[in-house]
């Protein structure tokens, strides 16, 4: 589903992101983690193409991100992206905040998209605040209304920029039962996350990022069991135990 092939790319001399290779495949749940600054925001912008890159290649559902005949509007109609200010219109009920894109990007007719937005609303256990606006909601309400605004596209693929980071705690574990239900329904999700009990459960394989480069692409078990570089130990043993 996604192809991520030697991507560098650099901001005037700073390397931001340095020879990074790795390839999710359809119904994979990958978990990105690493210390703050080491790229991981900007790897998953790139799957998108929300941020260019100046070498390597991005396949996604077999089409080339980098490729500049490619229509990125079209590509991220369909590549679902969830980040950490959950970026809903204020000034929009909910469930226009569901709608909007699926009338004005998938030129649905209104009533389909309110009523699929509804639905994906109920799905996230919030179909009694449709008529609300997102400041009426919690931090973790509006979060999954923006997971269920992204599934209203229909998405082949989902990102997530560390979702729950800005998130009080008793509200993370709404966000990540909503992410760990998408995962066991064969979703493709590329999730930036520091929730290490969220990858044990669900991911196939972690990625840990340091200065740029992706240092460690293995599988969960290994990952926890082991990790292989210093850095990634360290990284481990910080998160897991505050
Ligand atoms: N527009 C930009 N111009 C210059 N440097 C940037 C820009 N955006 C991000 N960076 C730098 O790139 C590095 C990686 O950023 P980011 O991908 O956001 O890391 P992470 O998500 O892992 O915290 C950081 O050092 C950041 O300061
Ligand atoms: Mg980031």
Redesign the pocket.
């Known amino acids: 589903m996604i192809q991520i092939a030697n991507v560098s790319k650099s901001?005037?001399s700073?390397d931001?992101l340095k020879d990074c290779s790795t390839t999710v495949n359809k119904g994979e749940v990958i978990v990105v983690c690493?210390?703050?600054?080491?790229?991981?925001?900007?790897?998953i912008?790139c799957v998108n193409g929300l941020e260019p890159f100046q070498s390597g290649q991005i396949i996604v559902n077999g089409t080339s991100v980098g490729d500049p005949k490619t229509n990125l509007s079209k590509l991220r109609a369909h590549v679902g992206m969830v980040f950490q200010h959950f970026e809903l219109f204020p000034h929009m009920s909910i469930t226009e905040n569901l709608a909007i894109a699926q009338i004005k990007v998938l030129k649905r007719n209104r009533d389909e998209a309110v009523d699929k937005g509804l639905k994906l609303l109920d799905r996230v256990g919030l179909k009694a605040h449709a008529h609300k606006f997102p400041g009426q909601l919690s931090g973790g309400q509006q979060q999954r209304v923006a997971i269920a605004r992204a599934l209203a596209m229909d998405p082949i693929c989902m990102l997530f920029?560390?979702p729950t980071s800005a998130l009080d705690p008793e509200m993370i574990n709404e966000v990540l039962d909503v992410m760990t239900e998408l995962a066991q329904e064969g979703m493709t999700m590329m999730c930036?996350t520091h929730e290490m009990g969220f990858a044990k459960r669900v991911a196939n394989r972690v990625i840990f990022?340091d200065h740029?480069r992706i240092v460690e692409d293995d599988s969960k078990d290994a990952f926890f069991a082991n990790p292989r570089s210093e850095r990634a130990q360290q990284f481990l043993a910080k998160i897991l135990h505050h």
């Open positions: 901001y005037g700073f931001v690493g210390p703050s600054g080491s790229g991981k925001s900007t790897l912008k920029d560390e930036v990022m740029g």
